[in-house]
């Protein structure tokens, strides 16, 4: 089945603790991006990825780091998470870059951090 | 820079019919996507417009005006499981980034 997968779906952690968010997806897309979702402001990208180590900042970068070392993940870091990355977190993929095509989006990781 | 304008909440009857507006001012433009958005869930594809006019899927249409920066997502035979957030987003020219509006919770009413 054609998918994007995201773990975990659910955190809890405590302020300055290290965490990663893993993505993978395995339609091969070229283009993967992070987004996150907070009440009232709607769906807001964090990074994208055109291709195999070629990453981008996208509105709301600050706080975070990504890599992909490989076309199918794109792990989502969080060197030191503080309260304000509170929030629902999307990982989502398309099948090119050059040519726009509807992104397909993982099931949402709830990060909570105190 | 990118403005996506969508009311923030509509409510309307199970059969009836619809009109969520999206209005855009944003300084690259490629397309306009339109997504659903059950609570708790991941956004699904509704429709992607390019050209000017209506494009019509089963009960959803989407319709783009480029020259007023406008576009409309039409939802006929209203039914209960159509209650979601609608989420319009902009693709930018060159930009390899799709922006989105705050998104409008349509709630279906028997």
């Not at chain 2, 319709?63 to 035979?77: A, H, M, Q």
Request: aromatic residues 12%; contains cysteine; hydrophobic residues 30%.
């Amino acid at each position: 089945e054609a998918q994007v997968t995201q773990n975990p779906r659910y955190l809890i952690t405590v302020t300055g603790k290290k965490l990663t968010v893993t993505c993978s997806q395995n339609m091969n897309h070229e283009y993967m991006s992070w987004y996150r979702q907070d009440p009232g402001l709607g769906l807001r990208q964090i990074y994208y990825s055109m291709n195999v180590e070629v990453t981008d900042k996208g509105d709301v970068p600050e706080g975070y780091k990504v890599s992909r070392k490989e076309k199918r993940n794109f792990p989502l870091i969080l060197e030191s998470p503080s309260p304000n990355q509170t929030s629902l977190y999307f990982c989502a993929s398309s099948l090119k870059v050059t040519e726009t095509y509807e992104q397909y989006f993982g099931p949402g990781t709830r990060l909570t951090v105190t | 820079g990118q403005n996506i304008d969508q009311p923030t909440e509509m409510t309307a009857t199970e059969g009836a019919i619809v009109q969520i507006n999206c209005t855009y001012q944003t300084s690259g433009f490629n397309g306009l996507f339109w997504y659903q958005q059950h609570a708790g869930e991941a956004p699904t594809f509704l429709s992607y417009n390019v050209l000017d006019g209506l494009e019509e899927k089963g009960r959803f249409s989407s319709f783009l005006s480029r020259s007023k920066g406008y576009s409309y997502l039409l939802l006929k035979e209203l039914q209960m499981k159509d209650s979601a957030s609608y989420l319009c987003a902009v693709d930018g020219a060159g930009s390899y980034q799709l922006t989105f509006g705050k998104g409008t919770k349509l709630s279906v009413i028997p």
